[in-house]
């Protein structure tokens, strides 16, 4: 089990990575190429810019996806710390170590447990 002292550490190292990622998701709440660039109509776009744009758009749309994805990981993980089973396999009830957490700190299962 882990000491109040080190959850205390996680539970700051969550929090400040949620904030990160909800930061990161509004800056990135454009709706069209145009908002992009600027620019008030599509006609004064070169065709090539407006698939730049689209492309980045496209991609920052996948990227909030992961960072929705991370979100919910890292509510999961608070979650966790709230109900007393956070550093716990879900698979098998074992410790999952510190060393662990800590490059992944909302990690679910053993490296050797993973799927």
């Known amino acids: 089990m882990l000491s109040e002292e080190k959850l205390n550490y996680?539970?700051?190292?969550?929090?400040?990575?949620?904030?990160?990622n909800e930061e990161k998701i509004e800056?990135?709440?454009?709706?069209?190429?145009n908002d992009a660039t600027g620019e008030l109509a599509d006609y004064d776009n070169h065709p090539a810019d407006m698939g730049t744009e689209q492309f980045e758009q496209e991609m920052n749309a996948g990227l909030d996806n992961r960072r929705e994805e991370r979100l919910r990981e890292i509510n999961d993980a608070l979650e966790r710390i709230e109900n007393g089973t956070y550093g716990i396999s879900e698979k098998s009830g074992k410790p999952i170590p510190e060393e662990r957490l800590e490059v992944m700190p909302t990690a679910r299962y053993l490296v050797e447990e993973k799927e």
């Open 10 to 20: 996680f539970r700051e190292k969550l929090l400040q990575m949620k904030e990160e």
């Open 27 to 33: 800056s990135n709440q454009e709706n069209s190429p």
